[in-house]
């Protein structure tokens, strides 16, 4: 089990059930994180150790000088403490995005979309927030039900490098394991590196 999953287990996310924080750990130990950006916060999960925040708490102990910040429709799930802050928005809603971005300065390091998980506003909420990542930034998409490639032509691709995951495998984006299934499949990550060089 690495850090990561501890650390998950630890706070109560599913993100080491369904298979992402092995994934993650491969891609961001050894990267210098300053601030991340999660788009759904939840809490109140049936899930042992289940807490208000669980993947903003596993993100600030894993990433230990990061700024965390978490959105989330449902205002029951604000959290805020020295590192951790958290916004009430909608992924579906361009503007409420943009509200945090201006709140918080953008240039993220690290963002992950595990909010709504549909397709349409998985590729609203890239699009909105793609342009605020840091150099070298990246951007997660959790639970794609559809073919990540069509996400990725759904987004500025030039400007960016793409790479997808199923059950913590990378697969060929144009590839013919590239169809991710219907729901519940789950397990299914898109990872979007900002390539840009004017960031
Ligand atoms: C799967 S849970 C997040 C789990 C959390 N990231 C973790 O690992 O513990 C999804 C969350 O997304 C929120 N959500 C649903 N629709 C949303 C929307 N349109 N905009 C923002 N958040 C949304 C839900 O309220 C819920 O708290």
């Known amino acids: 089990m690495t850090p990561l999953c501890k650390l998950s287990v630890k706070y109560g996310s599913d993100k080491n059930i369904v298979g992402y924080t092995p994934v993650y750990y491969r891609l961001l130990k050894d ?15 049936a899930l042992p150790n289940n807490v208000i925040g669980a993947s903003l708490w596993m ?22 403490t020295d590192r951790i ?20 300065g953008g240039d993220f390091d690290v963002i992950i979309d595990d909010g709504l998980h549909d397709p349409f ?11 605020f990542l840091a150099k070298d930034g990246t951007y997660f998409i959790e639970d794609i039900y559809v073919d990540p490639a069509a996400v990725a032509l759904c987004t500025p691709r030039g400007l960016y490098r793409y790479r997808a995951f199923l059950h913590g495998e990378e697969v060929e984006l144009d590839g013919p394991e590239r169809h991710f299934g219907e729901p519940p499949a789950g397990q299914n990550l898109l990872m979007i590196e900002n390539s840009r060089s004017d960031a």
């Not at 993100?59 to 805020?80: C, E, K, T, V």
């Open 85 to 104: 802050r958290s916004f009430v928005a909608d992924q579906t809603k361009r503007e409420t995005l943009l509200n945090v971005v201006g709140a918080t």
């Open 31 to 45: 990267r210098k994180v300053k601030k991340v950006l999660e788009i759904g916060i939840s809490g109140l999960r």
């Open 121 to 131: 506003n998985q590729i609203v909420a890239a699009n909105c927030l793609l342009p």
């Open 59 to 80: 993100w600030h102990d894993f990433f230990s000088d990061a700024q965390i910040y978490g959105i989330d429709i449902d205002p029951r799930f604000m959290l805020n």
